[in-house]
């Protein structure tokens, strides 16, 4: 029986980002292209502030109605249609690990069953 020994290795670009969103389409070249974003409100670009009576500084309410909202692309990724629907099934099975580890912390259970969950990874050999 033949093996294969797979090395990881960290590239110098390499960081965790956290994504609450990602963007993208299916190319041309019969590849899936996306980009991970991070949602969050944008700040004020000034301040209104009053001194009550006590001498404390206060927010005053904006007088918008129009909330502001920036999506930041984070890292844009492309995929193979192989890939792509290889991934799909991978993501679709941590999705389900996850709803298991939800589903044991409502029950009150934790420790090594969880960290069980974790290790089942499969490599994909293309």
């Given at each position: 029986m033949k093996t294969v020994e797979i090395t990881y290795s960290t590239s110098k670009?390499?960081?965790?980002?956290h994504a609450t969103g990602a963007y993208g389409l299916a190319t041309v070249a019969?590849?899936?292209?996306?980009?991970l974003f991070q949602?969050?409100?944008d700040f004020p670009k000034t301040e209104i502030r009053e001194i009550d009576g006590d001498?404390?500084?206060?927010?005053?309410?904006?007088t918008t109605e129009t909330i502001h909202i920036t999506r930041e692309r984070l890292v844009g990724v492309t995929m193979s249609l192989k890939?792509?629907?290889?991934?799909?099934?991978?993501?679709?099975?941590?999705?389900?690990?996850?709803?298991?580890i939800v589903e044991m912390?409502?029950?009150?259970?934790?420790?090594?069953d969880t960290h069980e969950m974790?290790?089942?990874d499969k490599v994909i050999i293309v």
């Amino acid at each position: 029986m033949k093996t294969v020994e797979i090395t990881y290795s960290t590239s110098k670009q390499y960081k965790r980002v956290h994504a609450t969103g990602a963007y993208g389409l299916a190319t041309v070249a019969h590849e899936v292209l996306f980009d991970l974003f991070q949602e969050f409100p944008d700040f004020p670009k000034t301040e209104i502030r009053e001194i009550d009576g006590d001498g404390l500084v206060t927010l005053k309410t904006p007088t918008t109605e129009t909330i502001h909202i920036t999506r930041e692309r984070l890292v844009g990724v492309t995929m193979s249609l192989k890939t792509s629907k290889e991934f799909y099934e991978w993501l679709g099975e941590k999705i389900k690990e996850v709803e298991r580890i939800v589903e044991m912390t409502k029950e009150g259970r934790s420790g090594e069953d969880t960290h069980e969950m974790f290790t089942s990874d499969k490599v994909i050999i293309v």
